[in-house]
Every structure is written in structure tokens, then in C-alpha cells.
């Protein structure tokens, strides 16, 4: 890679009349500018940046580090980190983003971003999760983004599941739909705990009894392959046709994806026969259900976009953030 050095020879000037070239343009003459960015183009020179942060050039960019634990890995959070990267670059930063996963050697990941000397830290999850967050970075400007923190008061922004799920209910209800099957995730998760919560309560609300509401959660902690339950359940309500249930809540698209499958299946009309609700808008799938499904939307860009401005306008609060989940209505309700 070419050095300051080789950029002065080529231009025949000094070190420091390279150096004014890059970042004082406006104090050299127009020729040898010329003549310096020449020798630039034709090396592909980049000023090295750690060198200009030793010098405390405050023309670099301000760095915004991303711990990124099991999301740059997913489909699902693809929008939280395009979202950072955008309002990172409008605001004139940089972003590094560095994978953890399962917090698999995390002390190694954790020293290469706070080598590069960060304005702060993004410590991002895929899956709304609890974290502990490491000893190294308790001291660094940090915020939480799809992930809280029991353990240390830290400002997290996460997705408001429960308003999410209690307003796309309010839909369900004012449907006219009476018996409602639920295939929520995993009981131990926070998204399955408060989904369940507002499904319930919704219900309450509008006097109606849970006894109506048939429930079950998938044992996803077990692994992915646990998806497949939702087959055996459908199977057990629908393959000898005329059930007590004329609405499915799914606890995300993905289980939405597979309610459909096993109905179209067994000959069952969507939403004619029987309803579908599902959750998270799955990337790139969403809109190709057919029938559409409706769903609610998790706010994965807005996540990212706010986490990020909280490390730009070094805002000092240590509060947890909920952001709205807001319903999309297709034609599957």
C-alpha cells in the first residue's frame, strides 16, 4: 500500500506539502495540488487514519462501533444494520462492525473494535434478548439496540411487542373472531412472554373469556427444527375438517408460513374458513403469502437509526426506548 512518502516523491514535494493537499487544499496553489492529487489517483493512496487520530486531526470521521451478536448472520435484522450504516454516513461517520456469536470468543471481538478507538458502541442482537453486557465495555459510550440489559442501566431501544400484538388483537377482535388458536414462541423468550401477555389482556379488555383461547408454545430453544410442531397442531385441530377455531395468531411469520402450508393443504380457504395473523414481516417474504398475510411490523430500521443518533448526538439518558410495532393489514384477517 502506498505511503505518504511515495506520494511525495512521485509529486516531487515535500512530506508536508502532501500532507497540506489532504487536508488544508486550500492553502497550497492550484498547480501543485494538481500535481499532488495526480500522484494520489495514480497510487490509490489512503490517509491512514489511525495515524491522523494520533496527530488529533478532527477532520477524521468519528467511528461508531457495532457489536453485532448472531445479526449480521440473519436475514431478519438485515434493516437494524443498514439502518446504522445510513445514519452514520449522513451525519458524516464511519461504522466497524464486528460479529459475535453466541458470545464465542467475545473478549477478541470486544479488543478489535476498542482498538479503533470508537465514539461509542452499538450492541446489537438478532431476536429481542436479555444480555450481559462484558466487563470491557461497561466504561465505553454504549447503547443497546434489539437487546436490554438487567444487569447495568444502559439506553436500549427495542421493539414494543407488547403494544404491537395488543393493537393487531383489537383488529382481530373487532373482526368478529371468537375462537382464536395460538402458536406463540418460546415461553421463555421476552417476545413470547409479552406477546402472549397483550394477546390475553386484549382479549380481557373486550370481556372475553380465555377459556375461548386455545394456546401452545414451540419449543424453539431446542432448535429451529421445532418450527415443525406447528404441523402436529394444525393437523390436530384441522385434518378431520370442522373445527372450533376460526383464527390462527402465530408467534412470527415463520410459523405463519407453515399455518398456511398445512391449511392450503388440507383444502382450507384463507381467510374465508379460517384467519391467519402473524408477526415480524419477515424480510422479503411478507408479501408473497397468498393469500398476504397480515402481520405486524418490527421496527428493525428504526431501531438501528435511533441507536445510532443516540451515539452521534451523545445523548446521555440510560433509559429503555420502545419503539412501535405498527400493523400491516393484508388479506389473510
Same mark, same amino acid.
Given at each position: ?7 511525495? /516523491?512521485l ?8 500532507s ?10 492550484? @498547480?501543485? #495540488?494538481?500535481?499532488?492529487? /495526480?500522484?494520489i @489517483?495514480?497510487l ?12 488529533g486531526?478532527?477532520?477524521?470521521? =468519528? ?8 445479526? *449480521? ?9 443498514? *439502518? %446504522?450504516?445510513?445514519t ?13 456469536? @453466541? ?6 471481538? $470486544? ?13 446489537t ?5 436479555? $444480555? ?12 443497546l *439496540? ?16 407488547? =403494544? ?20 406463540? !414462541? ?25 377459556? +375461548?383461547?386455545?394456546?401452545?408454545? &414451540?419449543?424453539?430453544? !431446542?432448535?429451529d427444527?421445532?418450527?415443525l410442531?406447528?404441523?402436529?397442531? %394444525?393437523?390436530?385441530y ?22 398456511y402450508?398445512?391449511l392450503?393443504?388440507l ?12 408477526? @415480524? ?6 408479501? &408473497? ?8 411490523? !418490527?421496527?428493525? #430500521? ?5 441507536? *445510532? ?6 445523548? /446521555? +439518558?440510560?433509559?429503555? #426506548?420502545?419503539i ?6 393484508? =388479506?389473510s384477517?
Amino acid at each position: 500500500m502506498a505511503s505518504l512518502k511515495d506520494v511525495a /516523491k512521485l509529486a516531487q514535494v515535500s512530506l508536508m506539502t502532501v500532507s497540506r493537499a489532504i487536508n488544508s487544499p486550500d492553502k497550497l496553489n492550484k @498547480d501543485t #495540488y494538481i500535481k499532488v492529487k /495526480k500522484a494520489i @489517483d495514480e497510487l490509490n493512496y489512503v490517509p491512514d487514519v489511525s495515524a491522523l487520530k494520533i496527530r488529533g486531526d478532527r477532520k477524521v470521521p =468519528q467511528l461508531i462501533g457495532v457489536l453485532a451478536l448472531d445479526t *449480521a448472520t440473519t436475514p431478519f435484522s438485515v434493516e437494524l444494520l443498514q *439502518a %446504522i450504516e445510513k445514519t452514520a454516513q449522513a451525519h458524516q461517520c464511519n461504522t466497524l462492525i464486528v460479529n459475535l456469536f @453466541d458470545d464465542h470468543d467475545a473478549e477478541r471481538s $470486544i479488543n478489535t473494535l476498542l482498538s479503533y478507538r470508537p465514539a461509542g458502541i452499538i450492541f446489537t442482537s438478532m431476536g429481542f434478548r436479555k $444480555i450481559t453486557i462484558p466487563s470491557k465495555l461497561q466504561s465505553q459510550p454504549l447503547v443497546l *439496540a434489539n437487546c436490554i440489559s438487567p444487569d447495568l442501566p444502559v439506553a436500549s431501544y427495542v421493539p414494543d411487542d407488547y =403494544q404491537g400484538q395488543y393493537h393487531a388483537m383489537e383488529r382481530v377482535i373487532a373482526q368478529g373472531y371468537k375462537k382464536p388458536l395460538c402458536i406463540y !414462541l418460546s415461553l421463555n423468550t421476552l417476545a413470547g412472554k409479552l406477546r402472549r401477555k397483550a394477546v390475553e389482556q386484549a382479549w380481557q379488555d373486550h370481556n372475553l373469556l380465555l377459556s +375461548d383461547l386455545t394456546s401452545y408454545h &414451540l419449543n424453539l430453544e !431446542l432448535g429451529d427444527e421445532h418450527y415443525l410442531d406447528t404441523i402436529e397442531i %394444525i393437523n390436530r385441530y384441522f385434518k378431520e375438517g370442522s373445527p372450533d377455531i376460526d383464527v390462527i395468531i402465530c408467534g412470527n411469520d415463520r410459523i405463519a408460513l407453515l399455518v398456511y402450508q398445512v391449511l392450503l393443504g388440507l383444502g382450507y380457504k384463507i381467510p374465508q374458513q379460517v384467519a391467519v395473523l402473524g408477526y @415480524d414481516n419477515m424480510v422479503g417474504i411478507g408479501e &408473497l403469502f397468498y393469500p398476504p398475510l397480515t402481520t405486524v411490523q !418490527l421496527p428493525h #430500521y428504526q431501531i438501528g437509526e435511533r441507536a *445510532a443518533l443516540h451515539i452521534i448526538n451523545r445523548i /446521555k +439518558d440510560k433509559q429503555e #426506548y420502545k419503539i412501535d410495532c405498527p400493523l400491516l393489514i393484508r =388479506q389473510s384477517i
